[in-house]
């Protein structure tokens, strides 16, 4: 079944970290540029980080730059985003999504996974 | 960065009627590098459209899209009860990519 899979969403207080991840089966993963995107409460969706099909290279958006970094493990398809120095306005449900096309495809997405739950607060 | 504008925030409407959801960009969309997405509470979006009129595996083709360089539409020739949901248009022309805040498609 083609799908992905996200885990690790729980509550942290202001300054903490997470680590989340995605994992996912149906697709060699190898061969595909890897996103992070996000969704607060109530509100859009904001695009937060990429990981190349092979690991590199990274980017990100400037409200995760320098705090959040993404990377994937391909012998276990597995995607993650370590998340640190958290802020309230980090809370959001986490989807991880793939591109369309393999390798360095353009950044549009033809699969989500449904999110996991990042909860900043005192 | 591209500002993507969606409106109507929320559009109601009856089954069988035609929608019209538009999404206008704050600068030029390269190569009408855009993309539509469905999305049901509690489930993750769906791949409509791409690079502004090209519909995805499996989306039935009341569904189309149309524009280019700043405003695009996305149209629902009839709705089906299945089309009541959140709607998101995304540019990927240049970096970052970003979406809009989304349409409610909501039964009148």
């Known amino acids: 079944q083609v799908q992905l899979v996200e885990s690790g969403g729980a509550g942290v207080p202001p300054g903490g970290s997470l680590r989340l991840s995605c994992a996912a089966s149906?697709?060699?993963?190898?061969?595909?540029?890897m996103h992070w995107v996000r969704q607060a409460p109530g509100r859009g969706l904001e695009w937060v980080a990429v990981?190349?099909?092979?690991?590199?290279?990274?980017y990100y958006a400037g409200s995760v730059e320098g705090r959040f970094t993404v990377s994937r493990d391909n012998s276990k398809s597995t995607l993650y985003l370590q998340m640190g120095s958290l802020r309230a306005e980090d809370t959001a449900v986490y989807h991880c999504?793939?591109?369309?096309?393999?390798?360095?495809?353009?950044?549009?997405?033809?699969?989500w996974g449904q999110g996991t739950l990042v909860t900043v607060s005192s | 960065e591209i500002v993507l504008t969606q409106s109507p925030g929320t559009l109601s409407l009856s089954p069988g009627e035609r929608a019209t959801l538009s999404c206008r960009a704050s600068?030029?969309?390269?190569?009408?590098?855009l993309a539509w997405y469905q999305q049901k509470p509690g489930q993750a979006p769906r791949l409509l459209l791409y690079?502004?009129?090209n519909r995805a595996t499996d989306i039935p083709d009341r569904f189309s899209g149309s524009g280019s360089a700043t405003d695009f539409t996305l149209t629902i020739s009839r709705l089906e009860p299945e089309d009541f949901a959140l709607y998101f248009c995304?540019?990927?022309?240049?970096?970052?990519?970003?979406f809009g805040q989304g349409t409610k498609l909501e039964i009148k």
């Open positions: 990981v190349g099909h092979g690991g590199r290279p990274a």
């Open positions: 690079a502004a009129s």
């Open positions: 149906g697709f060699t993963f190898s061969n595909f540029g």
């Open positions: 600068q030029s969309v390269r190569s009408s590098k």
């Open positions: 995304q540019h990927y022309g240049s970096s970052p990519v970003s």
């Open positions: 999504a793939k591109e369309i096309s393999p390798y360095a495809g353009d950044w549009y997405f033809d699969l």
